[in-house]
Nanobody, 126 residues
Framework: VQLQASGGGLVQPGGSLRLSCAAE??????????IAWFRQTPGKEREGLAC????????HYADSLKGRLTVSRDNAKHTEYLQMDNVKPEDTAIYYC??????????????????WGQGTLVTVSS
């Protein structure tokens, strides 16, 4: 399993960002595994943001960020996307994608996700 997150950079407050997570899954189809999104800032625990269940297509979002997040998936490109709207300086963090080799989301406990991308830095600043 390999995941690669990309799309980070400098974003102005109030703007939008779109992150990508390119996945390589050996021996299974891309839709056999969920992909979840997390973020982390120095000194804080990793925070779960979103998870896209592939068993039923349900998208789970952190309550604190509902309305600002959208996840989507391009099966042909083996890529999951995270869009965040109306970004704020407190959204500055390293964003990660992760999977736990299941078609079902298991919440936002980072310890349940076995495979992680390398992270992409998002900085929200004017």
């Amino acid at each position: 399993v390999q995941l690669q997150a990309s799309g980070g950079g400098l974003v102005q407050p109030g703007g939008s960002l779109r992150l990508s997570c390119a996945a390589e899954f050996t021996g299974v189809f891309f839709n056999d595994y969920v992909i979840a999104w997390f973020r982390q800032t120095p000194g804080k625990e990793r925070e779960g943001l979103a998870c896209h269940s592939t068993s039923d297509g349900i998208k789970h979002y952190a309550d604190s960020l509902k309305g600002r997040l959208t996840v989507s998936r391009d099966n042909a490109k083996h890529t999951e996307y995270l869009q965040m709207d109306n970004v704020k300086p407190e959204d500055t963090a390293i964003y990660y994608c992760a999977t736990h080799q299941s078609r079902f989301c298991s919440g936002f406990d980072p310890t349940t996700y076995l495979f992680w991308g390398q992270g992409t830095l998002v900085t929200v600043s004017s």
